[in-house]
Each structure stands twice: as structure tokens, then as C-alpha cells.
């Protein structure tokens, strides 16, 4: 699996029902030959999925797709990953509260 692969597989592993009433939209940037940008967007208790870094996004996430792969693995800590500078995150209390339906945690 790529990191796109799982990105794009993030609107058939949410359950609607966790996101109903949420609106909220991530860009996450990975660096590296497999990495890329991409836009996911929640809203009206749907996920989409999108190239490139659309709209005001109320967290980014900038990291290597190395690493990104490492993190929904299971290999890296996201909180170590965070502190040594691995992981950067824009709105911590943002990402925390979509982490586990994102399946990054």
C-alpha cells in the first residue's frame, strides 16, 4: 500500500455516523518520490479526497512518506515522531480528534 492508496481508502473506512455534524478540512503534504499533496475534507458526515492543497485547511500535516507509512504501520510513535521533528502538525487538537477514524493512531 502507498500512501495515497491509504489516503484515498479514507472515505470507505470512515463510519458516517462518527462524523456527523463535523466539518473540517486536513491537507497533509509527504515528501519523497511516493509522497504527494492531498486535501480531505469532512463534511456532511462524508470524507473527500482530493490532489493538491485546496481550500483553508484547519490542519496540515508535512512529513516524508517514509515516515507517514512508518506511522499507520505502527512503526513510529506519533508522539515521538512529533517531537523529534518527524511529524509536523499545524493543529495538534485538530488531528487528535480524527486520528483514530483516520486509522493513524
Known sequence: M???EFIYG???KVPAAAIEGLTTTFHFDLEGDQG???????????VAVSDGL????????????ENFMQLIKGDLNPMMAVLTGKLK???????LKYAKLFGLM
Open 10 to 12: 479514507l472515505p470507505g
Open 89 to 95: 502538525i499545524s493543529n495538534q487538537g485538530e488531528m
Open 2 to 4: 502507498t500512501s495515497k
Open 36 to 46: 504527494g499533496q492531498y486535501t480531505i475534507s469532512v463534511a456532511d458526515a462524508k
Open 54 to 65: 485546496n481550500g483553508e485547511a484547519s490542519c496540515v500535516v508535512k512529513t516524508s512518506e
